[in-house]
Nanobody, 126 residues
Framework: QVVLVESGGGSVQAGGSLRLSCAAS????????MAWFRQAPGQEREGVAALCGGGTTRYADFVEGRFTISKDNAKNTLYLQMNSLKPEDSAMYYCAAASRVLLYQMYLNGAVYNNWGQGTQVTVSS
């Protein structure tokens, strides 16, 4: 089972940027999805962005073009570039990897991902 380690979280002011990284312990097939999820205190986990086979991406509606998901296959590392951050983006951000090919409508469904990192905290102040 692949081990995922997130980094890059921190505290920023509204309008600022952060780049999250997720290092995988081993090669993860580019055919399978890797994704970012987030969970704020008292709220349910929600999908943020996914990168899947053929470079297909999917973003949650609330991203509104502010975030970009990417992957460096040579480094087995997934990234999430977050710009124009808002206080409502504050949450624990988790990296996840699926071990099988997913349908597009499942890309942001956490139930189909079976490998998870420990999370990195993002706090955006107004």
């Amino acid at each position: 089972q692949v081990v995922l380690v997130e980094s890059g979280g921190g505290s920023v002011q509204a309008g600022g940027s952060l780049r999250l990284s997720c290092a995988a312990s081993e090669y993860t097939s580019s055919r399978n999805c890797m994704a970012w999820f987030r969970q704020a205190p008292g709220q349910e986990r929600e999908g943020v962005a996914a990168l899947c086979g053929g470079g297909t991406t999917r973003y949650a509606d609330f991203v509104e073009g502010r975030f970009t998901i990417s992957k460096d296959n040579a480094k087995n590392t997934l990234y999430l570039q977050m710009n124009s951050l808002k206080p409502e983006d504050s949450a624990m951000y988790y990296c996840a990897a699926a071990s099988r090919v997913l349908l597009y409508q499942m890309y942001l469904n956490g139930a189909v991902y079976n490998n998870w990192g420990q999370g990195t905290q993002v706090t955006v102040s107004s």
